[in-house]
C-alpha cells in the first residue's frame, strides 16, 4: 500500500474538527443577540414553517438536524435539498404563510445555492432566510446578507475546507444550526470536542481505519432518526473519497428490512450507528442482532456510544466516554469515525483524497448544472 506523505487538506480537516467547534461555539456566542432577535419573533408566528436546505453534504446537515429541530421547536421542520426545490420549486415551496428557509453552504458558489433562495423569494412573500456558510466571501453571503429578512451567519475561515470532500465544513455547520436554535449548550460541546479528540488520538497517520477489512466490496450504513442523516453522509464520503471504488449505501435499520436487505451478500459489510435514545435503540439493536444472527454479510459493525450486551456479541466501536451522550452529540463522533474511514480507504486504492476525481467527473464545487427560468403563475 502506498502511504502519502505529502500534505493533506483532507486529513488536516478531519483532525481540526474539535479545535473548529470550539471557535464555532465562539463566533455564534458573539452572534447570537442578533440571532435571538431573529429566530425568536418567527419562531412565534402562527403558521411558521421551517426548511432547511443545501445540496450533497449540506443537505445531509438538514437531514440530520430535522429530527431534533421538529422535537423541540413546536412548528413544522422539513429537510429539502437545493437541487430538489431547483428542479420542482412548487413542489417544496409553501405559497403562503410565513416561512424561514435555513440555508447550509460551504463554499456559496453553488450554481442551485443562490437559485434556491431566489425560487423561495418569488414563490413566498413572508419567506425569512438564515444562511449559515463556511465563505463569506461566497456569492450566497455577498448576495443575500444586505437584503431584508436575511441574517447570515459566517463560520470561522479554516472550516472552508480545501479538500474535496465536506469535513470540518460539514460538522460545524451542523454545530451552528443546533447553537444558533439553542439546542446545544457550551457543556454539550465541550463534551462531544473532547471525546472527539480521543477518538482522533487512536488515528495518528490516517492511512488505517479500525473499520477496514479486505474483500469489502460495498458498505451500507444504517442510522435511525437524526442517525440516518449521517448514515447517507457517510456513504457519500466513501464513494467520494474512493472515486466509486466501494459501493456504498444507507437506510434506517426499520427500513432496512424492506427489500434494502437484499444487497447485503459475502463481501458486504453492514454499520450500525446505534442511538443512545432508549426507545430508538431498542429497533437499531433488534436490526443488528439479525443481521449477525442471518451471517450472511462479510461483517457487521455497532459504533455506538452507550453499551450494551447485543453490541458486545459482535465486532464494534465504542465513541470515547459517550455513555450519556444525547443523538445530536453522537452524529459528530459517528460522522469523524465514517470520515477516518472514507480517507483510510482513499489511501488503500493509493488515491489522492483532495482530488480523488482528477479527470474531473465531480469537482468540489458543482459544475454543469443550468439554471432555468421559472414563472409560478404558469406552472401546473
Known amino acids: 500500500m502506498t502511504i502519502h506523505a505529502e500534505p493533506c487538506w483532507t486529513r488536516q480537516e478531519i483532525r481540526q474538527q474539535p479545535q473548529m467547534w470550539q471557535e ?83 463554499s456559496g458558489s453553488s450554481p442551485e445555492s443562490i437559485a434556491a433562495l431566489e425560487l423561495a423569494d418569488s414563490r413566498n412573500a413572508h419567506c425569512h432566510h438564515l444562511l449559515i456558510t463556511c465563505n463569506p466571501q461566497g456569492e450566497l453571503y455577498r448576495s443575500y446578507r444586505p437584503r431584508p429578512r436575511v441574517l447570515a451567519l459566517p463560520l470561522p475561515e479554516k472550516t472552508c475546507d480545501r479538500g474535496f ?51 469489502i466490496k460495498q458498505v451500507i450504513w444504517l442510522g435511525s432518526g437524526a442517525l440516518q442523516g449521517i448514515a447517507h453522509e457517510s ?56 443481521l449477525r444472527r442471518d451471517r450472511v454479510a462479510a461483517q457487521v459493525v455497532a459504533l455506538a456510544g452507550a453499551k450494551a450486551a447485543e453490541i458486545e456479541q459482535g465486532e464494534h466501536l465504542y465513541l470515547p466516554e459517550a455513555e450519556t451522550f444525547s443523538d445530536s452529540q453522537l452524529a459528530f463522533g459517528f460522522l469523524v469515525m465514517a470520515q477516518t474511514y472514507a480517507l483510510a480507504s482513499a489511501f488503500g486504492f493509493g488515491m489522492t483524497p483532495d482530488n480523488p476525481s482528477p479527470e474531473g467527473r465531480v469537482n468540489r464545487v458543482v459544475q454543469g448544472i443550468n439554471i432555468y427560468p421559472w414563472n409560478d403563475g404558469q406552472q401546473n
Open 235 to 290: 456513504a457519500l464520503k466513501l464513494l467520494e473519497l474512493t472515486a466509486g471504488q466501494i459501493a456504498a449505501f444507507h437506510e434506517s435499520p426499520v427500513g432496512f428490512r424492506h427489500g434494502p436487505k437484499s444487497l447485503v451478500n459475502a463481501a458486504t459489510q453492514v454499520i450500525v450507528l446505534i442511538s443512545n435514545d432508549p426507545y430508538t435503540r431498542r429497533y437499531d439493536l433488534d436490526l443488528l442482532t439479525e
Open 24 to 106: 464555532t461555539l465562539h463566533n455564534l456566542r458573539a452572534q447570537q443577540t442578533e440571532t435571538d432577535n431573529f429566530l425568536q419573533p418567527l419562531l412565534a408566528l402562527p403558521g411558521l414553517r421551517v426548511i432547511l436546505t443545501g445540496a450533497g453534504s449540506s443537505a445531509f446537515i438538514g437531514d440530520t438536524l430535522a429530527p431534533i429541530l421538529s422535537r423541540t421547536l413546536q412548528v413544522p421542520v422539513m429537510s429539502v435539498s437545493t437541487t430538489d426545490i431547483v428542479s420542482d420549486p412548487a413542489g417544496y415551496l409553501p405559497a403562503n404563510g410565513p416561512l424561514l428557509l435555513v440555508s447550509f453552504a460551504r
Open 165 to 215: 470532500a465536506m469535513t470540518s465544513s460539514m460538522s460545524s455547520m451542523m454545530l451552528a444550526c443546533l447553537l444558533a436554535f439553542h439546542r446545544i449548550d457550551a457543556q454539550a460541546v465541550q463534551a462531544l470536542s473532547q471525546s472527539t479528540a480521543s477518538l482522533l488520538e487512536t488515528q495518528l497517520d490516517f492511512t488505517r481505519s479500525p473499520l477496514q477489512r479486505r474483500g
